[in-house]
C-alpha cells in the first residue's frame, strides 16, 4: 500500500486494485528502463550523422572509417564531441577520412560487391 501512495480512488485506497496497479507499474518501469537506453542511443546517432553530413561524410562511412583507423569512441562520446566541442570531432573527422581513403585505396575494385538496385 505504501507504493499506491499518490494514486487515484481506489488505487491508493483499496488493497487489491492498489496491488494491481503497482505491479503493472512495474512491469512498465522495466520496459522502460530499456527503452531509455534504446532512445539515447538513437538520440547520439542522429547527432553524429547531422555532425558527419555538415563535414560531408555519411554516418555509415565515419564508423567505418573509425573502426579502419582503431579509434574506440563510442556513440555518446562522438555526440557529445560534435556538440560542445566541434575543433576535435573536426580533428575525428580528419583522421578517419585519412584511414576511409587509405582502405578505399587498398581494396581492389573487384572485391568490392556491388550494391543492390531496386
Avoid at 507499474?25 to 537506453?37: E, H, L, T
Wanted: hydrophobic share 40%; net charge positive.
Amino acid at each position: 500500500m505504501k507504493k499506491a501512495k499518490g494514486y487515484v480512488l481506489g488505487r491508493s485506497r483499496l488493497y487489491r486494485p492498489a496491488r494491481e496497479t503497482v505491479l503493472r507499474a512495474a512491469v512498465y518501469q522495466y520496459r522502460d528502463r530499456r527503452d531509455r537506453k534504446r532512445d539515447f542511443r538513437r538520440l547520439w546517432i542522429t547527432r553524429v550523422s547531422a555532425a558527419c553530413r555538415e563535414r560531408g561524410m555519411t554516418y555509415s562511412q565515419f564508423m567505418h572509417a573509425l573502426k579502419a583507423a582503431n579509434i574506440e569512441l563510442d556513440r555518446k562520446t562522438l555526440s557529445e564531441l560534435a556538440i560542445h566541442d566541434p575543433a576535435a570531432f573536426d580533428q575525428v573527422v580528419a583522421t578517419a577520412r585519412e584511414h576511409a581513403a587509405a582502405a578505399d585505396s587498398a581494396t581492389p575494385n573487384a572485391a568490392r560487391p556491388t550494391p543492390a538496385r531496386g
